[in-house]
């Protein structure tokens, strides 16, 4: 009876340990290919992606003198801001008169010839006292805790946009392009220097529109030389492919590498995009993840120029944290806080990496093999 009693527990025993096996193989293959053909991608491309941001980095943009300063103590306070943040004070040099509100290119603009004469584009200059726009410091409003970087309020760039178009247009009216073109190129560098994706974007918007007010020019200025289309691209694709190089899914290495070269120009901006991931995913995540996270805390000794990758990770949200009143982030359900945390974590985790993991294709877009642009050396 013993014997057999022993045989019936082995058995229930074998079958609970296959059931658990069974479970857990099924639910790394939700995941576990996604997040294998990630990293084997970013392994493949980070020479490429270390070869184009040194490219990037070459250009005269990067090299422009600055003065250092947080220009977010005048811009925070000048900006409108998403909701639930504060809309543009009355009296900001932002505001622009009705007439020019109406939302049209450069080109539109430049052939409806409009009266600018009511603009006065002192702030502008004023701003040529900084490198750099904190959006987190000297803000009209005060962000929920824990801090979430998806729903967290930022500026309206908009407003940066017209301003630049006008800005270029006086320019070329008055004969003064190059300086037009100064201001527009400094409006870039503190949306770059927000260490933001969108700020990045928006940077290469404004860089644009110099590109196209110089071509609106018959005779533009020897000397006046925008970024070129084939470096705004290049651009684009550096910094959205930053995000995924600096993943706690990326090996360390290849992450390592690819923050290191070309000067670095998107370390800060892709470890500020790609934490906000893993500093929700960290209670899940870390102890698969142990190395990655390591190596995160290395890079928190180098500071970035503005608060947004420290305050991530010093206040940043986590998945069990409850979610302020409000908030478009999902909560982690009762029945899954309940889950054997050892087991169920690094599933949950792994899924949810696998749906937001990010993608270099922009940068495997970009041609291969062309020269290397004209550095800011050979260009003064």
């Known amino acids: 009876m013993l014997r057999v ?3 019936l527990t082995s058995g229930i025993v074998l079958l609970v340990v296959i059931a658990i096996v069974g479970l857990d193989m099924f639910m790394r293959s939700k995941y576990e290919p996604t997040l294998d053909a990630m990293r084997q991608e970013v392994t493949a491309h980070v020479d490429f992606f270390c070869e184009e941001q040194t490219k990037l980095a070459a250009d005269p943009w990067f090299h422009e003198p600055r003065t250092q300063g947080d220009a977010g103590a005048l811009l925070n306070r000048w900006a409108a801001w998403e909701p639930p943040g504060p809309p543009m004070p009355a009296d900001s040099p932002l505001q622009l008169p009705a007439h020019l509100k109406e939302k049209k290119t450069l080109e539109e603009w ?5 009266d600018l004469s009511s603009l006065n584009f002192e702030w502008m200059r004023e701003l040529q006292r900084f490198d750099r726009w904190d959006i987190l410091q000297n803000i009209p409003f005060k962000h929920d805790e824990p801090f979430n970087l998806l729903t967290a309020p930022f500026p309206n760039f908009i407003a940066l946009q017209d301003w630049s178009k006008f800005r270029l247009l006086q320019g070329i009216r008055t004969g003064q392009p190059l300086e037009a073109a100064r201001d527009v190129r400094h409006l870039a560098w503190l949306s770059y220097r927000t260490d933001t994706i969108l700020g990045a974007m928006i940077a290469n918007a404004l860089l644009g529109l110099e590109r196209r007010a110089h071509a609106l020019m018959k005779e533009p200025p020897s000397e006046w030389r925008p970024m070129s289309q084939e470096q705004g691209d290049r651009l684009r694709a550096v910094f959205w492919a930053s995000m995924t190089f600096s993943s706690i899914n990326t090996p360390v290495d290849v992450a390592r590498k690819a923050r290191a070269c070309g000067s670095g120009i998107s370390r800060c901006l892709g470890l500020v995009e790609a934490s906000n991931l893993a500093k929700y995913l960290q209670p899940l995540a870390e102890p698969v993840y142990r190395e990655a996270y390591a ?68 940068l495997k877009k970009l041609p291969q093999g062309q020269a290397t642009p004209a550095s800011a050396e050979t260009t003064r």
């Open 5 to 7: 009693l022993v045989w």
């Open 295 to 362: 190596e995160i805390q290395t890079e928190l000794a180098t500071p970035c120029p503005t608060s947004m990758l420290a305050t991530q990770w010093q206040h940043g949200n986590t998945i069990d944290d409850r979610q302020p009143f409000g908030s478009t982030m999902p909560e982690q359900p009762a029945w899954m806080r309940s889950l054997p945390r050892r087991f169920a974590g690094k599933h949950i985790a792994g899924i949810l990496m696998s749906i937001g993991v990010q993608n270099i294709d922009l």
């Open 110 to 114: 430049f052939a409806a010839a409009p």
